[in-house]
């Protein structure tokens, strides 16, 4: 089964950046979309950013939209996040992920079965 490898989380303050990274083991992976969902403690997993093959779609959930951007690189076979004006309420462990279905996107990781290890941010104020 494809592994997918995260890194780029780390501790930053309010107002900074951090990029997180997503290297898929196989090059012939194609899931329908790719993307990050983050779970913070106490609370359900939620959606993040999500992207199809290609570049050519994207989706964010609304607390994160203006402020992140989720990108590709194909010849990599990996997917980024680039996170800015970052807020305490940004603190959460972050996962990549492929799935087949917005759907499971919307409902935090559905069906999804394929995930990172994930990776911890840590927003200070």
């Known amino acids: 089964q494809v592994q997918l490898v995260e890194s780029g989380g780390g501790s930053v303050q309010a107002g900074g950046s951090l990029r997180l990274s997503c290297a898929a083991s196989e090059y012939t992976y194609s899931p329908n979309y790719m993307g990050w969902f983050r779970q913070a403690p106490g609370k359900e997993r939620e959606g993040v950013a999500a992207?199809?093959?290609?570049?050519?779609?994207?989706r964010y959930a609304d607390s994160v939209k203006g402020r992140f951007t989720i990108s590709q690189d194909n010849a990599k076979n990996t997917v980024y996040l680039q996170m800015n004006s970052l807020k305490p309420e940004d603190t959460a462990m972050y996962y990549c992920a492929a799935f087949n279905s917005i759907l499971d996107f919307l409902r935090g990781g559905g069906s999804t079965s394929v995930w990172g290890q994930g990776t911890q941010v840590t927003v200070s104020s």
């Open positions: 992207i199809l093959p290609g570049g050519s779609s994207t």
